[in-house]
């Protein structure tokens, strides 16, 4: 575990407070640590579950141990663990979720955007060019560098590649525990939209979109 982790957590977490409005409803009690015994969160939608009797609740409710290393890295060189209600119940109803991203020497994050949820990001180690696009479609990107932080707006297309020579790690936090995510990529090429229209739109040949389809519809 990195030198202080858990501080940088601590000031990642507390940052969530300087983001405009949450998505999510606010909370009416202090916490809900969801009673599993009427079935699981673990959907897509982080089905609502009753509360546990807040008697019942423990310390090791709020504590969270599976960020220590990284995760399994993609063919794009990219490790991401997200962290949630479904894997961290003692998040449930607090309006917010966060991510631990590692990220090879010029591995990347495909532009994607997230529909329910501002990001804050804090860069714990490497040189990571990170940027997103606004509504005109004028990017802002930069390198940021260790001990850095960078805001990617609620439902802006963002992206973030680690241009240095080491390994780089990233910690994101959202102002929302359900963010949603959509990768650009796989959303234009991998959702079934018709290859007429892709054709249109990106000036591909029919071989081309076929390519693209390949590399991009979601393995199951």
């Known amino acids: 575990m990195f030198p ?3 501080v940088l957590l601590v000031t990642i977490l507390s940052l969530r407070s300087q983001f405009t409005s949450g998505s999510d409803p606010d909370p009416v ?7 599993t015994k009427y079935g699981s969160i673990r959907t897509p939608q982080f089905k609502i579950l009753p509360c546990k009797n807040s008697s019942e609740a423990t310390t090791d409710d709020f504590v969270f141990s599976g960020i220590k290393a990284e995760g399994t890295f993609t063919d794009t060189g990219l490790s991401s663990i997200s962290i949630n209600p479904a894997v961290f119940p003692g998040l449930n109803t607090l309006g917010m979720s966060f ?83 959509q990768k650009i990529p ?17 000036g591909l040949s029919h071989k081309q979109i076929s390519v693209m389809r390949r590399r991009f519809v979601p393995k199951t």
């Open 186 to 202: 796989t959303a234009v090429f991998g959702s079934g939209i018709r290859d007429e229209l892709l054709e249109k739109a990106f």
């Open 99 to 181: 991510v631990r991203s590692d990220l090879k020497p010029g591995g990347f994050n495909a532009p994607h955007f997230h529909p329910r949820a501002t990001e804050i990001t804090y860069v714990v180690q490497g040189s990571v060019y990170s940027g997103f696009v606004d509504s005109t479609n004028r990017v802002f990107a930069r390198v940021i560098e260790k001990g850095e932080v960078m805001i990617f707006p609620r439902g802006l297309v963002h992206f973030q590649m680690n241009v240095g020579k080491s390994m780089a790690t990233i910690f994101g936090s959202f102002n929302s525990q359900n963010p949603g995510m």
């Open 29 to 35: 009690q202090d916490f809900c640590i969801p009673d």
């Open 4 to 6: 202080g982790l858990s």
